[in-house]
């Protein structure tokens, strides 16, 4: 079944300086899954995102999406293709409100992003779609607070309604839970797990707890090169897996 | 950010009726000279305040316009207004070429590539044989506007620098407060976010910086009918970081803070002008303690207090 395929690397490989971050990668994300990236720190993940969203450029290999070649094209492109990414660490508009936060990403369609001529208060007709979405990550009652003062787990939340105003087809996810307490990884898995009903994502994440209650598919990769792909249960046993992880334990 | 709106009207409406009454209260050049500076500081700011770009060579937009206006009505003696369009148009042409190559870096790049052009600007004001070398374009006659105000009585001249100020400064108002005034300060805020949300960076800090030159060549347009003077000061390295001095001492990032700055700057060296050289060591020394004391500026301080107590 190639066609279910929204996302294809082929060879994916980047150097820094000649040191080989990523090398090689082949990765095939299946529409409508939810495609877990884990690996031990310094595995290469984040330098796939920046890859894939062309954050940084590949030294070689391919980038397929809806088995479009992207390879060559500009973040801002990328992104309105519908290929939008969140952040390792969080990633708002801090001196903005909450609802400004989403409007910024709703803002785009009107396409008058260049009017500079033009008053602010033609943004209010998107209030209403920018409640909803706040409604959906529980944060319509914060909408009017500046982002910066927003606790850590609430911050995230709110990219993930920044995120789904561009109603992205794929949603790259770097280590959304990180860096959050209990009660906000639970709001955080079951938001993804919303999110997944209509879209495909792809994500990176090192609580495995979170990674073997959301994920249909687990990519494991390890300096830089893939070391096992399959479902949580059989990768999980995989001895090169356990190897990579403890190795990178000690 | 919403620092109590009726604040900032009043702030508005004062800052007008003083525009107004200015020249009876004080000496009109210095009220003229203030109210270009202010121009020019509120144009930085866009850049600086609002998009996050700390252009140190804003002198080349300020002195090119000034050159060129004085000029035209000078040597073609072309009516005022058309003067200060040319002046304008070759600031934002010049924005365009130098902002195209400048916001490919960021930071101290940004900075260094600015100011190098800056240097360029300064250089071929020195080479060129129609600037008037070190003495600059003297005598630039100020004309009459529409062929009815005469514009050599400082009154009338007056209240037309009024009006340009009043005209820029609300192409800046509403430039800030606009679909595009929303996108640079996301930009400023976190420019990956802003790119991985679609928006092709590059291009609104490009629009961004042209729209801040040409009303610094508005301001530099302006000004050399004013002093009927065009000089390598205007172009010279001291007037970009004398436009950063304005706009930190008022507050970057707020509509009013550069204003403030300007004339406090433009007062300042008027008191001291007696002083002679120890008029830049003594700004400096009073620009560090206002940095120090407040980091947000004059305006800015001032909201954040008036935040904090309703
Ligand atoms: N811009 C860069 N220049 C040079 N080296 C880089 C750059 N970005 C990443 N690296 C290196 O590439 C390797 C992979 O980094 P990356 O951030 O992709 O790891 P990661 O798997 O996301 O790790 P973590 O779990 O810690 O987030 C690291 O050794 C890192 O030092
Ligand atoms: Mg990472």
Partial sequence: MPDDAILVTEKLTKEFHGFVAVSGVDLKVRRGT???????????????????????????????????????????????????????????????????????????????????????????????????????????????????????????????????????ELLLLDEPTQGMGHEDVGRVTALIEKVAEKRTVLMVEHNLSVVAHLSDVITVLARGTVLAEGPYQEVSKNPAVLEAYIGAAE | ????????????????????????????????????????????????GYTGLLSFGHAAYLGAAGYVTGYACK????????????????????????????????????????????????????????????????????????????????????????????????????????????????????????LSLGYDVARYKLLAFVLSAALSGLAGATKSLVFQLASLTDVHWHMSGQVVLMTLLGGMGTVLGPSVGALLVVALQNELASLGSWVPVI???????????????????????VKRSF
């Fill in chain 1, 34 to 168: 939810i495609h877990a990236l884990i690996g031990p720190n310094g595995a290469g993940k984040t330098t796939v995102f920046n890859l894939l969203t062309r954050f940084l450029p590949c030294t070689k290999g391919r980038i397929l999406f809806n088995g479009q070649d992207i390879t060559g094209e500009r973040p801002a492109q990328i992104a309105r293709r519908g290929v939008v990414r969140s952040f390792q660490v969080s990633a708002v508009f801090p001196r903005m409100t909450v609802l400004e936060n989403v409007r910024v990403a709703l803002q785009r369609k009107l396409g008058t992003s260049f009017h500079f001529w033009k008053s602010e208060k033609s943004l209010a007709q998107l209030d209403p779609r920018a409640l909803e979405l706040l409604d959906e990550v529980d944060l319509r009652a914060h909408a009017n607070t500046i982002a910066v003062e927003l606790p850590y787990g609430r911050k995230r939340s709110l990219e993930v309604a920044t995120t789904l105003a561009l109603e992205p």
């Fill in chain 2, 283 to 305: 700004t400096g020394a009073i620009f560090v303690v206002c940095v120090l004391a407040f980091r947000r500026g004059i305006v800015g301080e001032v909201q954040a207090l």
């Fill in chain 2, 75 to 194: 040597a073609w003696g072309w009516p005022p207004l058309f003067g200060i369009a040319l002046g304008t148009l070759v600031a934002t042409a010049l924005g365009y070429i130098i902002g195209s190559l400048a916001i490919r870096r960021s930071g101290i790049y940004f900075a260094m590539i600015t100011m190098s052009f800056a240097q360029l600007i300064f250089f071929l004001a020195v080479q060129f044989p129609w600037t008037g070398g070190e003495d600059g374009l003297q005598g630039v006659p100020r004309g009459t506007l529409f062929g009815l105000v005469d514009l050599s009585r400082n009154l009338p001249l007056y209240y037309f620098v009024y009006a340009v100020f009043l005209f820029g400064f609300a192409v800046i108002h509403r430039t800030i407060h606009s679909p595009f005034g929303h996108v640079l300060r996301s930009i400023r805020e976190n420019e990956a976010r802003a």
């Fill in chain 2, 1 to 48: 950010m919403k620092a109590a709106p009726w604040v900032e009207r009043l702030g508005y409406a004062i800052l007008v009726v003083a525009g107004l009454v200015a020249p009876f209260v004080v000496y009109p050049v210095f009220a003229m000279n203030v109210l270009c500076f202010a121009l020019f500081a509120s144009a930085f700011n866009l850049l600086l």
